[in-house]
């Protein structure tokens, strides 16, 4: 199983209650929604990922996409040596639009010793279930209906309901 990653890197959190922080950033390819002002490409089809040479210098080479989970832990490996990260951040995109792909990528990422932080658009909820277990923190935006691209997204976001793919 493989998926389209764009950027791993190292920085420091911007936001909540872990706000400067530093993570790896794991920024995956693809999302489910069409927010006005996204900066990602929805198609999920980047044909490489940018990854930091040495963490935290921004001296970014290319790899191919697809990635394997393996290859993906293998990049990550130098990012754990490093030391100093306290999560692994999942963002995108949309995270959960590779749930199978996460069910067997994070449990090698937490036999490194890493945490996991999800950054998601709150609107897969049966992906979001896959992986629950996996997750130690959520970052969850409500997207309101003048933004998504999609309309109004109050069902979605409500635990009841499953996720309904690319709206
Ligand atoms: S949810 Fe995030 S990644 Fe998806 S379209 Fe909106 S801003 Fe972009």
Redesign the pocket.
Known sequence: MKAAVREIFSSVQGEGPYVGTRQIFIRFDG?????R????A?SGAARHCRVEAVPGKRDFVEVANPLSGPELVKLLQKYFNAGGHHFTSLT???PLVHAEYLEGLLPAIKQMGLKVYLET?G?LYAELSRVIGLIDIVAM?I?LPG???CGPLWEKHHPGQAGTGVC
């Open positions: 999302c489910n929604l069409s927010c002002y996204c900066d990602t929805r995108g995109g949309e658009n609107t935006d997207k933004t998504s691209g």
